[in-house]
C-alpha cells in the first residue's frame, strides 16, 4: 500500500500525466493500493474506484466509483402529481428511472417530452416540474457535506 497525499500538487501538466500513469500502473501491475487524499476531486475521478469523503476528519460517505458515478449521473428531475403512473409510463418506454419520493422521480434517458406529457395525461397523472440535471463530483461533495463551509 502506498499512501499520498495530493501527488500532482505543484506539477506541469505533463507531470501530472506522468504520475496519474504511474499510479494507475502500479495499482495494475503490482496489485499495488494508492491511498490518495487530495481535494482536486478532478484528478481523483480519472484515478479512483473507491470513494471516502471525510469531513471534520470522519468518515461520512464511503462508495465505489460506479456507485459514484450513478450519484452523479445525468438525469430529468420529474416532479409528478403520482410517481406510480409515472412508474407505469416509463416502464412501458423502458426507461431508467428511480422514483425519490411519492412526487419526484429522477428519468435517466432522453425522452421525447410530448409523447410522455401525453402519456402521463392519460393516466391523469399532471407534470408539475421538468428540469436536466448532472451533478458534478464537487457538487455532489458539497450536498454531501454541507454547503458553506471550508471543506
Do not use: W
Not at 460506479?66 to 416509463?90: F, G, I, Q
Not at 422514483?99 to 434517458?109: F, G, M, P, R, S
Not at 399532471?126 to 458539497?142: A, C, D, F, G, P
Amino acid at each position: 500500500m502506498i499512501i499520498q497525499e495530493r501527488p500532482a500538487n505543484g506539477l506541469d501538466p505533463q507531470g501530472i500525466i506522468e504520475i496519474r500513469e504511474l499510479i494507475l500502473k502500479l495499482n495494475r501491475e503490482q496489485q499495488i493500493t494508492v491511498l490518495i487524499s487530495s481535494h482536486i476531486l478532478d484528478e481523483l475521478s480519472r484515478l479512483a474506484t473507491h470513494y471516502g469523503f471525510i469531513d471534520g476528519g470522519r468518515l461520512v460517505k464511503e462508495m465505489s466509483a460506479k456507485e459514484l458515478e450513478a450519484a452523479c449521473r445525468k438525469c430529468v428531475r420529474m416532479e409528478v402529481s403520482d410517481t406510480k403512473a409515472l412508474a407505469r409510463v416509463l416502464d412501458g418506454m423502458k426507461v431508467d428511472y428511480t422514483i425519490i419520493t411519492n412526487q419526484t422521480a429522477d428519468v435517466y434517458a432522453k425522452v421525447n417530452v410530448s409523447h410522455l406529457t401525453a402519456a402521463l395525461a392519460k393516466e391523469n397523472c399532471e407534470v408539475i416540474l421538468m428540469q436536466e440535471r448532472e451533478e458534478s463530483l464537487e457538487s455532489y461533495y458539497v450536498s454531501l457535506i454541507g454547503g458553506g463551509k471550508n471543506a
